[in-house]
């Protein structure tokens, strides 16, 4: 393998009651795990259909789990602020026993301060809470005692401390993240100083945690990405044309740019958006140097407007024929880390 390994991503946000939208999931992370995907992801979001559809990853990933054979299966993210870090730890311990340690554990200190009240929490504190919750997480999931107790985690994980990733949009973040040994979670929706492309404003940041690293330690990067891959030039067309308001939303919150007037064509690409027939997403996804600098990529439809069919079928066609052209990583070993 010489580029990143392949991963699929969810933010489950199809336009469909929450019980069509776990199931699309779960045929999607199938289909993914068919293909040879090494990793799937998914997105923890409260409260808001509409910024994503899934509170309970773990219990997600446990149905996924039971209905796969090879796939790493992942949190992007667990928000530990907000979360009780030893249920976390113990739920995740749980799923990675059942799933023959499959599990992968991304974790942040959350992006949406409108859901910290509800669970009692200061979104001007989430720094201090993040970090006091990631050292519970941590020492539970490596056994020692939780809170400096005699009590320690059952079930005793495999060596899934040595599986956390850390997201984070900036240096000092990712700095953070490799002092610990972990690994590197970086978001398509980057803020992107002046427009400048995505891999610009990430190159650094990978740069910083390569450089922070412990001699000898491996990099863990992964890179998340939005990829939709179809058959024709019409099938492209009808997709970015049903989905200018998301990417008109996606240029403003992350380009801070005035879409007003843009074509779509203009959209995609201000917004990073790898979208068309394999050719197209073949040449855009060539030109990425930080998915290149990575060890694993992350691909989700979000924010293009694909419904489950169109995802079933990039998932496909990403895997069999995209991957082999641009030297992404299919597996043969789930548990790798």
């Known amino acids: 393998m010489t580029g990143p390994r392949l991963g699929f991503f969810s933010r489950l946000l199809e336009d469909a009651p929450a019980a069509d939208r776990y199931r699309f999931a779960l045929e999607q992370i199938e289909a993914a795990d068919r293909a040879g995907f090494s990793s799937a992801w998914v997105a923890q979001h409260h409260f808001s259909r ?7 990853p773990l219990v997600l990933l ?28 113990e739920d995740a311990s749980v799923l990675d026993a059942m799933s023959g340690g499959r599990v992968q554990l ?13 669970f009692g929490r200061d979104p001007s504190h989430r720094a201090e809470l993040f970090a ?28 899934l401390s040595a599986r956390i990733w850390q997201a984070t949009f900036g240096a000092a973040g990712a700095v953070r993240a490799a002092s ?13 100083p002046g427009g400048i492309p995505l891999h610009d404003a990430q190159l650094p940041i990978i740069e910083a945690y390569r450089g922070a690293l412990d001699d ?3 990099a863990r990067v992964l890179a998340s990405r939005t990829a939709v891959v179809v058959d024709s030039d ?37 917004t990073d958006t790898h979208v068309g027939t394999v050719d197209e997403v073949v040449e855009s996804l060539s030109a990425d140097r930080a998915i290149a600098a990575s060890t694993d990529v992350s691909f989700q439809v979000h924010s293009l407007r694909a419904d489950h069919e169109t995802t079933l079928r990039s998932i496909e066609l990403l895997a069999g024929v995209v991957a082999p052209h641009v030297g992404y990583g299919l597996t043969s070993d789930a548990r790798a880390t």
């Open 216 to 218: 000898g330690a491996a």
């Open 180 to 192: 610990a040994g972990d690994g590197l979670m970086l978001s398509r929706t980057q803020e992107k």
């Open 62 to 89: 446990a149905a996924a789990a039971a209905r796969t054979t090879r796939i790493r299966l992942g949190t992007a993210v667990l928000t530990l602020p907000i979360d009780d870090p030893v249920r976390a730890a």
């Open 132 to 159: 006091d919750h990631l050292g519970v997480f941590r020492d539970a999931l490596a056994g020692l005692g939780v809170r400096g107790t005699d009590s320690r985690m059952y079930p005793a994980s495999d060596g």
């Open 234 to 270: 019409r099938d492209r067309t009808q997709l970015i044309e049903a989905s200018r308001a998301q990417l008109e939303r996606t240029a403003r919150s992350t380009v801070r740019i005035d879409p007003d007037g843009m074509s779509l064509d203009a959209l995609v690409r201000a």
């Open 106 to 118: 991304g974790v942040a200190p959350g992006g949406t301060p409108a859901s910290f009240a509800a």
């Open 50 to 56: 509409d910024e994503g559809g899934l509170p309970s």
